[in-house]
Nanobody
Framework: VQLQASGGGSVQPGGSLRLSCAAS????????IGWFHQAPGQERAGVSC????????YYADSVKGRFTISRDKAKSMVYLEMNTVGPEDAAVYYC????????????????WGQGTLVTVSS
């Protein structure tokens, strides 16, 4: 069972980036998928998530209107489209999978990817 996050890199302020999360060893469509980020010296925080069956999405206030989460069940992929990126978005981004329909925090996620680094620099 593995989650693989990718797509990180360096982006200029105001730019865009798309992160991808690929699953192997289990059916991604059966899990609630979340994106988290962790900046140096800070705690891990939830960014966005998407429900397994209903596809309902959630966004942290800091990214509402700028980030979009989506899933491609056929490809077993989840994406995080990041637009109007700012310095506050610089962090390692992780995708995670939870068997619960409405996980409340990171402790309720069962599988975690290795993280992909997003840096914001002009």
């Amino acid at each position: 069972v593995q989650l693989q996050a990718s797509g990180g890199g360096s982006v200029q302020p105001g730019g865009s980036l798309r992160l991808s999360c690929a699953a192997s060893g289990f059916t991604l469509a059966d899990y609630h998928i979340g994106w988290f980020h962790q900046a140096p010296g800070q705690e891990r925080a939830g960014v966005s998530c998407i429900g397994s069956s209903d596809g309902i999405t959630y966004y942290a206030d800091s990214v509402k209107g700028r980030f979009t989460i989506s899933r491609d069940k056929a490809k077993s992929m989840v994406y995080l489209e990041m637009n109007t990126v700012g310095p506050e978005d610089a962090a390692v981004y992780y995708c995670a999978a939870s068997p619960l329909s409405r996980p409340q925090d990171g402790r309720e996620y069962e599988y975690w990817g290795q993280g992909t680094l997003v840096t914001v620099s002009s």
